[in-house]
């Protein structure tokens, strides 16, 4: 794996990335190219990375991919915090159903293509840098209220 990808070319991505291997974020190519090798042969530390994502504010946790295995872990792991979570792949549904049901759980956290809210979280240098879209429910509920006058 590792003769495999030194042989590509990573290019640094538009937002850093959350290394399920060191439960860091970031953005340089050559950290994300040995995270890829590390996390075939070392273990991946899931629980840790989701607890993360969350206490960086994420509220919104949609699992793509097959079996929805992935959506079972995220519950246990939030337990009652108010994460929203859904899975892609219920063989109940149509997928255009799943879709529309992913799209109106983005739209009751505020989230929409006009508005994409970012965090800023620490970059690998250390500096604050946006890195991951994140809506806060709470302050746009707030803000609504606000401007309807109640």
Partial sequence: MRVAASSCSFRPPNRPLLSS????????????RNNLVEQQVRPVHYVDLV???IADGIDVLIEVGPRQVLTGLH??????????????D????PGIQQLHCVRKLLDSRGFSPATRPTSRLPASDGEMTEAIVHFDATARR???NRRAGL
């Fill in 90 to 93: 219920d063989p109940r549904c």
């Fill in 21 to 32: 291997v060191t439960n860091r974020y970031t953005a340089e190519p050559e950290e994300l």
């Fill in 51 to 53: 607890q993360r994502l």
């Fill in 142 to 144: 707030r803000e609504r």
């Fill in 75 to 88: 519950r246990r792991i939030t337990g009652d915090s108010p994460v929203g979570i859904i899975a892609t």
